[in-house]
């Protein structure tokens, strides 16, 4: 089921080809300037995905509209783009994030990993804190989409585009 009440633009992922060793960061990637440190996107070492940095990058759509927006968008040539996954196992259950504590099963929920553990493995350390940096043009009153077209799980979610292409292939 789709939940048309939802609003916004969350993030997109693809397959990532290289695994990089966890260090629990975030790391910057796709600079806007040649060697700046402006970025565009963070790679996310816990989730081996990459989350573009303007949380609210499209606007407001419908879920359909989200969807094929995502999958079109090129950062810089990076394509292949997709909304995170609230059920990464396809299993059919989401794991609330915000009610147990365990990393390892909030990893089958992009969406609830980043606001719960962000690219770290302390629960409470990510979004949910109010710090959101470094990501930009967070909506913390509005809901934002997620890839899962059937959810059993409604949550406020604080998210941002996301791509599974580690730093290296940048």
């Given at each position: 089921?789709?939940?048309h009440?939802?609003?916004g633009?969350l993030?997109?992922i693809?397959s ?6 966890a ?7 796709l600079?806007?300037?040649?060697g ?5 996107a963070?790679?996310?070492?816990q ?10 990058i499209?606007g407001?759509?419908t879920w ?7 999958a079109s968008?090129?950062?810089d ?10 059920d990464?196992n ?7 994030c915000g ?7 909030c990893?089958?929920n ?10 770290g ?5 990510g979004?949910i804190?109010g ?6 043009n967070v ?8 890839g ?7 949550m ?7 791509s599974?292409l580690?730093?290296a292939?940048?």
């Amino acid at each position: 089921m789709k939940y048309h009440n939802l609003i916004g633009a969350l993030g997109a992922i693809l397959s990532t080809l290289i695994a990089l060793p966890a260090h629990a960061a975030l790391i910057g990637v796709l600079p806007t300037t040649s060697g700046g440190t402006d970025y565009q996107a963070y790679y996310d070492d816990q989730l081996d995905i990459t989350w573009t940095a303007n949380a609210n990058i499209n606007g407001f759509d419908t879920w359909d509209s989200q969807m094929a927006w995502a999958a079109s968008l090129d950062i810089d040539g990076v394509t292949g783009w997709r909304l995170p996954d609230m059920d990464v196992n396809g299993d059919g259950n989401v794991v609330d994030c915000g009610v147990i504590n365990d990393q390892a099963a909030c990893k089958d929920n992009e969406l609830g990993h980043l606001i719960v553990y962000g690219a770290g493995t302390v629960f409470g350390s990510g979004l949910i804190r109010g710090d959101t940096s470094p990501f930009s043009n967070v909506l913390s009153s509005e809901i934002y989409w997620s890839g899962t077209e059937s959810t059993t799980l409604l949550m406020p979610v604080c998210m941002i585009i996301c791509s599974g292409l580690n730093p290296a292939s940048f």
